[in-house]
C-alpha cells in the first residue's frame, strides 16, 4: 500500500510539472502522456524545462535531489541547459532532532555521549539527504565532527529507487530516445552510489588512502579518521577550518593566491588519475575547501569520499593517449585508440569514426587553447563514440564527471585558466615514466613471484585445454539440438502471446460496443462468455 500511494504521489508531482514535455514529441503520447492525463495540472508558463525539473525533483525529497544531482554531472546524457539548471539542487532536508542523533551515536558505539566526547554539540553543523553532521571535542582536546546516517534512509531509498527503475524500464521499453540514454542503467549506478554513502565505514577507508597518497603533498590536506569512532552508519573525523572554495570573497580578503590555487586543482585531478589511480569523485564546491594558514602557498581540503572512482592500467594508458592524440587534432589516432582499448565495437570503420570525431571536435579546437574547455571537449568525444555503440563505462563517467568539477571550479577561481597548459607537460611526462627502464623493471619484478608460482603449471593447463575442445567437439551435435528445440519453443510461445492478445483485444472491442445488451442480458449468459474468454487466454 505504501508503494502505491507513493507512486501516486510520484505521478501527480511529474504530471504537475507537466515532466513528460520534457521527452521527444514522438514519445510522450505513447509513453506517459496517457498515464499523466488524469493528474495533469497548468504550471507557470514561464518556468524553463530545466527548472520544471528540478523543482519536480525539489518536491519529491531527498532521494530524488540526490538523483538530479547526479544526472547534473551527466551532461553527455542531457542538454546544457538541464544540467545547469539540475547544478543548482541542494539538499534542503530539515535536521532530526538532536537527542535522536544523539540516541543514534550512543547506539552505534555503545556508549554515552558523555563516556566518548568530552564535549557534544546537539546542535548540527550540517544536514544533508544521507546524513547529519554534529561538532564534538574527543577527551585529548581534539576537534571532531561526527558523522550519521539518517535513521530509517534504507527503507526510504529501496523504495525509491525501485519505482525510479519502473519508470526507467518504461522509457526504455517505449522511447528510441529512452533507450540510447540508457535510463535503467543510470538508475542502477544510482542505486550502487547512494548505498555506497550509506556506508561510512567505506567512506572512512576511501579518506584514510587518500590522505596517505597526500601525506607530504602541500597539494591536498585531506581529514584525519578516528577509527575507534566509526561504525556502519557513524564516523568521526577531525574537524577542518578554511574557505568554501567558491567563496571567493574570503580568498580574495586572505591574500589567496587564486592563479596557483586554481592550477593546482587541475595538478590534483591528474596526480589521482594517473599517479594514484584514485580519484576523489564527487569534488562538487560542497565538498572542497581552501587552507588560509599560508595564502601564497595555498592548498586545498578534502571532504565527504564516499565515492571514489579507479582506472585500469589499459584505461590510464588509452585516455593519455587519447587525450595528447585529441590536442594534437590527430583523428585518426583517436579512433583507432577506441578500437583498440575495446570502447567502440572492433568491427567499427575507423574512417567514419575519424570523420565523425573531427566533425565534431574541430569547431573546439578552432578557438585560443586557453578557450577551450578540456571536459566539454571529453564529452564531446564520448558522445560522439556513443552513436558507434560506445557502451557506457562507469570509471570513464566517473573520470568525466570529475574533470569537469574541476575544470569548472578552476574557471570560476580563475577564468584565464589554461588547463591544457598544466595537463600537456603532465601526460607527456607519465607517458615517459611508463616506458622508462627503470618502470618495467618494477613491474617485471612485481609480477614474477606469481609468473614463477604458475609456471609449473602450465603443462596441464595445455592438456587440460586439448581435453576440454575434445569435449567439446563431441557435445557440440548435443548442443546444436537444444538450441533448434528451444528456438521451436520460443516460436510456439510467441505465437500463443500473439493468439491471447487478439483474443482480449476482440473481447474489449466487442464489449465496448455490445455494453447495453450485455447489461441487458440475463447474468448466466455473461459468466458464459466470460468463461469463455478464460479459455481462450489460457489455450
Request: glycine residues 4%.
Amino acid at each position: 500500500m505504501k508503494r502505491f500511494f507513493r507512486l501516486l504521489t510520484i505521478l501527480t508531482t511529474l504530471a504537475r510539472y507537466r515532466i513528460d514535455e520534457l521527452l521527444p514529441e514522438k514519445s510522450r503520447s505513447r509513453l506517459l502522456g496517457w498515464l499523466f492525463r488524469p493528474f495533469k495540472r497548468q504550471v507557470q508558463p514561464d518556468l524553463s524545462r530545466g527548472e520544471r525539473l528540478r523543482r519536480a525533483l525539489e518536491d519529491l525529497g531527498p532521494i530524488f535531489i540526490k538523483f538530479g544531482q547526479l544526472l547534473s554531472t551527466r551532461p553527455d546524457l542531457l542538454p546544457p541547459d538541464m544540467v545547469l539548471e539540475l547544478n543548482k539542487l541542494q539538499d534542503r532536508v530539515p535536521p532530526f532532532g538532536g537527542e535522536e542523533f544523539r540516541q543514534l551515536v550512543e547506539c552505534a558505539l555503545g556508549q554515552p555521549v558523555t563516556e566518548l566526547f568530552a564535549a557534544f554539540s546537539a546542535l548540527p553543523l550540517a544536514s544533508a539527504s544521507i546524513a547529519q553532521v554534529h561538532t564534538a571535542t574527543l577527551p585529548d582536546g581534539t576537534e571532531v565532527v561526527v558523522k550519521a546516517v539518517r535513521p530509517g534512509i534504507e527503507k526510504v531509498i529501496e523504495l525509491d529507487v525501485d519505482l525510479m527503475a519502473w519508470f526507467a524500464r518504461q522509457i526504455e521499453r517505449f522511447s528510441p530516445d529512452g533507450r540510447r540514454l540508457r535510463p535503467v542503467q543510470v538508475v542502477e549506478e544510482y542505486r550502487q552510489t547512494v548505498f555506497d554513502e550509506l556506508d561510512l565505514m567505506r567512506e572512512a577507508a576511501n579518506a584514510t588512502q587518500l590522505r596517505r597518497n597526500f601525506e607530504h603533498s602541500p597539494l591536498l590536506y585531506v581529514p584525519e579518521i578516528h577509527w575507534d569512532y566509526c561504525r556502519r552508519n557513524v564516523l568521526v573525523m577531525e574537524r577542518i577550518y578554511g574557505a568554501q572554495v567558491t567563496d571567493l570573497d574570503t580568498l580574495r580578503k586572505h591574500g589567496v593566491n587564486i592563479r596557483l590555487l586554481a592550477e593546482r586543482g587541475v595538478e590534483i585531478f591528474f596526480t589521482q588519475v594517473f599517479e594514484h589511480n584514485f580519484f576523489h569523485a564527487d569534488m562538487h564546491p560542497g565538498n572542497v575547501y581552501v587552507s588560509l594558514e599560508n595564502p601564497e602557498d595555498p592548498g586545498y581540503i578534502a571532504l565527504d569520499m564516499a565515492i571514489i572512482g579507479s582506472l585500469s592500467r589499459e584505461d590510464q594508458f588509452y585516455l593519455a593517449r587519447n587525450l595528447l592524440a585529441m590536442f594534437r587534432r590527430d583523428y585518426r589516432q583517436v579512433a583507432e585508440l577506441h578500437v583498440l582499448s575495446g570502447w567502440v565495437p572492433k568491427e567499427t570503420s575507423i574512417g567514419a569514426f575519424e570523420a565523425a570525431i573531427r566533425t565534431v571536435c574541430e569547431p573546439i579546437f578552432s578557438k585560443p587553447i586557453k578557450d577551450i574547455s578540456f571536459g566539454d571537449a571529453l564529452i564531446t568525444l564520448f558522445q560522439t563514440a556513443r552513436r558507434f555503440d560506445m557502451p557506457v563505462q562507469p570509471q570513464l563517467v566517473l573520470l568525466q564527471k570529475t574533470l569537469v568539477n574541476i575544470e569548472g571550479l578552476g574557471r570560476q577561481l580563475y577564468p584565464e585558466l589554461d588547463l591544457w597548459q598544466t595537463a600537456h607537460p603532465f601526460l607527456e611526462r607519465w607517458l615517459k615514466q611508463r616506458f622508462h627502464p627503470f618502470t618495467l623493471f618494477r613491474e617485471l619484478r612485481r609480477e614474477a613471484p606469481e609468473w614463477l608460482e604458475k609456471f609449473p603449471q602450465v603443462p596441464h593447463l595445455v592438456f587440460d585445454t586439448l581435453s576440454r575442445l575434445r569435449d567439446l567437439g563431441e557435445t557440440a551435435p548435443q548442443l546444436q539440438r537444444a538450441a533448434e528445440e528451444l528456438q521451436w519453443q520460443t516460436r510456439r510461445d510467441r505465437q500463443r502471446q500473439r493468439r491471447r492478445l487478439i483474443a482480449a483485444l476482440a473481447f474489449a472491442g466487442a464489449a465496448y460496443w455490445a455494453w447495453p445488451l450485455l447489461v441487458a442480458a440475463p447474468v448466466s449468459a455473461v459468466l458464459l462468455a466470460a468463461v469463455g474468454l478464460l479459455a481462450l487466454l489460457a489455450s
